[in-house]
Each structure stands twice: as C-alpha cells, then as structure tokens.
C-alpha cells in the first residue's frame, strides 16, 4: 500500500514515539519528598524553539506536527535546571487541540508525559514514565500556560 505524505509523516512520529533515544540532561529540580512518596517538581518552560512542520495542508492543519527543545527553570523562574524536548500532532485545529509527547530533563532525571495541549486553555496529562528519581513515578502535569504562552508550568503531581 502506497501511504500519502502526509500519512508517511504521522508514521515517522508514530514509530519515533514508540523508539525514541532519550539522552541525559543536567538540572537542579528535585522532588519535594521522598522519591518513593507523592511528591511535587514544579518547573517553567520557556518556549523558545517551537516550530511547526507542515505535512503537506499548509500552516496550522491537522497531521501538522510541532517541534521543541525548551529551556526549563526552577518554579521562581530564576535558575535553569533543565531542558524539555519533543512533538506535538495537531488534532483539530478549528478547537485548538495537539496531542502530544515529551521529556522534560533534569538533574535528578527525566519525567515523560503524554497528552493534550490546547491552544487557548490549560490541561492535564498524564505522566507515563521517568529515569532515575522519577523511575517508580507516576501521575500527571498540570500544563498552565504564562506570559501570552511564551512560557509554561510543568506541575509534576507524582505518586
């Protein structure tokens, strides 16, 4: 079967997604309790590198994919503790809905979550793996956006 472009994209992200490399990254963010407890880490994004890839349909349309690899800061906004990187699909462009994926780095390691992201409103996704401190962790971010979405809370809720 001969797949359309657009088609071959979606199945690039798709199988990227599921055989993806993550290297290692440095930052400062910790848990705020006992790694084996709930715990909070609350960082800001800055969204400095975003791009979105056309997949054939033009600028903002659905298949459409978005790139990042983002500083993150310690929840004052003060000190970099890290960095972010992944992918967004755009889902329905006429309500604003991506669906995606990444890796947010820091020192203690590294914390992965899946789900939406809307552009005119917060969301909620689920964290679906972690290395090192974060190994045994599960839970979800809540995704709030700031300063007009140049920059973002990641509040990692993990239990």
């Given at each position: 079967m001969?797949?359309?472009?657009?088609?071959?994209?979606a199945?690039?992200?798709?199988?990227?997604?599921?055989?993806?490399?993550?290297l290692?990254a440095?930052?400062?963010a910790?848990p705020?309790?006992a790694?084996t407890?709930?715990?909070?880490?609350?960082?800001?994004?800055?969204?400095?590198?975003?791009?979105?890839i056309?997949?054939?349909?033009?600028?903002?349309v659905?298949?459409?994919?978005?790139?990042?690899?983002?500083?993150?800061?310690?929840?004052?906004?003060?000190?970099?503790?890290g960095?972010d990187e992944?992918?967004?699909?755009?889902?329905a462009?006429?309500?604003g809905?991506?669906?995606?994926?990444?890796?947010?780095?820091?020192?203690?390691?590294q914390i992965?979550?899946?789900?939406?992201?809307?552009?005119?409103r917060?969301?909620?996704?689920?964290?679906?793996g972690?290395?090192?401190?974060?190994?045994?962790?599960?839970?979800?971010?809540?995704?709030?956006?700031?300063?007009?979405?140049?920059?973002?809370?990641?509040?990692?809720?993990l239990?």
């Open positions: 001969q797949l359309r472009k657009p088609a071959r994209v199945l690039a992200a798709a199988a990227a997604l599921t055989t993806g490399t993550v290692a440095t930052s400062s910790k705020s309790r790694h407890a709930a715990a909070t880490v609350h960082v800001v994004e800055h969204a400095i590198t975003d791009t979105e056309p997949t054939g349909g033009g600028k903002d659905k298949g459409n994919i978005l790139t990042f690899n983002n500083p993150v800061f310690d929840a004052a906004d003060k000190k970099r503790v960095h992944g992918f967004c699909t755009r889902i462009p006429a309500q809905i991506w669906e995606c994926l990444w890796t947010t780095f820091l020192k203690a390691g992965t979550v899946q789900g939406p992201f809307y552009d005119t917060n969301s909620v996704l689920s964290i679906t972690g290395t090192g401190a974060y190994r045994r962790m599960r839970g979800e971010m809540v995704l709030k956006s700031r300063n007009g979405g140049k920059e973002y809370d990641f509040i990692f809720k239990a």
